[in-house]
């Protein structure tokens, strides 16, 4: 593997924001270059290397979504059956709808589902079948196919019929389907106590307080099709190589460049302008590139691709909250300019009006969040946190809130703004 033309931005990066331990990798052009840098464990120090997993949270969605995607091309699956043709035991409160959602619809976040169900500490082999039984009494926040809401639960569902529809568990049914095939040697949905090999190690800074080493490695294995997989920065990379291919003998060209497909619009979301199947896409420069992140109990994980130039970025760190987000969004941002030759287009922002951020300042809230939206005088400011109550009564350890941080409303896109400032410096809202 070659020295990344990176390899000294990396280094800079993970010390100014004080990281324990990065892995970057970049494919450009046929090319590809790893850096890894610093160490698994704060506690247990080991030194951070190409086959060190790290967990990359949200992006085992991919992996889920690819799954599925190997049953439709062996016509086991439809993706605009209904989900009760798979499940027939599946139900939300509202029976109309429990047998309108599609698998689509789970897919590319549009089934209306909350963005999770309640925690399920059951390990067991059934604890996915167990953790339908929670969303009977849910009410959509919308419609089947009305909006993109981003929905856990829904990938959660779609492990379950792979369950099925295979035979297997879920971390089997994906070991056979993508693992195995792909020769993904080093990534596992197994329990931190059955890995032999060090692993990447969470680590955040809670409130007034210092860089700690968290006590919950990973969520409850019902979460594991929505984010429970560590893979290490050289499987990521050939996983994105293998989403930049044909599909070789693992899934026909046509069902894996569908993937990449719009399903559903985006407005006024950083996770891009459209939701494929799996992946998010968004046009950089003239260019279209597709992707996804994940967050996970103080670590986190970005992939972007871009098609057209055979690029790829994969960024992995194991410290957070906003220290791990921003040293992935700087990367990727350098990647893209420095290697791909592609300028993002930067927000034109309005200046801060008294009487307009008067207009957004409140309190909103779904089922777990709330944003705090304030007007300071100075500045309009947002607050992202888990809602007290939430937190008081979880059954698992979860990351510190992050810090209020400025806000600016984004000129000629009516009500949308961007951060610019704090660890979620240029998220969009």
């Not at 959660?156 to 971390?171: C, D, K, P």
């Not at 003998?249 to 302008?273: C, I, K, N, Q, W």
């Not at 944003?371 to 979860?398: C, D, H, M, W, Y």
Request: proline residues 6%; hydrophobic residues 45%; glycine residues 10%.
């Amino acid at each position: 593997m070659r020295q990344s033309p990176m390899a000294g931005f990396v280094e800079q990066l993970a010390a100014k924001y004080e990281i324990p331990g990065v892995a970057v990798a970049i494919r450009t052009n046929g090319k590809e270059y790893l850096t890894c840098q610093g160490v698994t464990d704060l506690d247990r120090p080991e030194p951070i290397g190409p086959d060190t997993p790290f967990l990359v949270a949200s992006v085992t969605k991919t992996f889920t979504a690819t799954a599925m995607m190997r049953l439709v091309a062996s016509q086991q699956v439809d993706l605009d059956a209904p989900v009760q043709r798979y499940l027939p035991g599946f139900a939300v409160a509202d029976p109309s709808a429990s047998a309108e959602i599609t698998v689509l619809n789970l897919l590319n976040h549009t089934a209306g589902l909350h963005w999770r169900s309640p925690d399920q500490p059951d390990e067991s082999d059934s604890a996915l079948a167990r953790s339908l039984s929670a969303l009977r009494d849910q009410h959509l926040i919308a419609a089947p196919g009305a909006r993109v809401s981003y929905s856990q639960s829904g990938y959660n569902v779609a492990g379950r019929i792979i369950e099925v529809l295979t035979g297997m568990t879920y971390e089997q049914a994906i070991a056979a389907l993508l693992l195995e095939p792909l020769a993904l040697r080093h990534s596992t949905f197994a329990a931190l106590q059955a890995i032999a090999e060090p692993v990447a190690i969470g680590h955040n800074v809670p409130a007034g307080g210092t860089l700690a080493v968290v006590q919950q490695w990973k969520d409850a294995r019902a979460n594991n099709p929505g984010g429970g997989l560590a893979a290490s920065i050289s499987d990521l990379l050939t996983w994105a190589r293998f989403h930049l291919s044909d599909g070789g003998l693992v899934l026909p060209a046509h069902d894996l460049h569908v993937m990449r497909e719009p399903t559903a619009a985006l407005s006024g979301s950083s996770l891009g302008d459209a939701v494929g199947i799996g992946w998010f896409l968004r046009d950089v420069d003239g260019a279209r590139a597709f992707g996804h992140a994940g967050s996970a109990n103080g670590q986190f994980a970005e992939m972007l691709l871009v098609p057209e130039k055979d690029f790829a970025v994969i960024t992995l760190a194991n410290s957070g909250p906003d220290n791990g987000l921003a040293f992935n969004r700087d990367i990727v941002r350098a990647g893209l300019e420095s290697v791909a030759g592609l300028r993002e287009h930067k927000a034109k922002l309005i200046r801060y009006n008294r009487r307009q951020a008067g207009q957004y300042a409140g309190v909103y809230e779904n089922e777990t969040m709330q944003a705090v939206f304030s007007n300071t005088g100075q500045a309009l400011t947002a607050a992202f946190a888990i809602k007290p109550a939430v937190r008081a009564n979880a059954t698992t350890e979860l990351p510190p809130d992050m810090p209020a941080a400025p806000i600016a409303l984004i000129r000629g896109e009516q009500d949308h703004y961007l951060v610019t400032g704090g660890g979620l410096k240029g998220q969009r809202g």
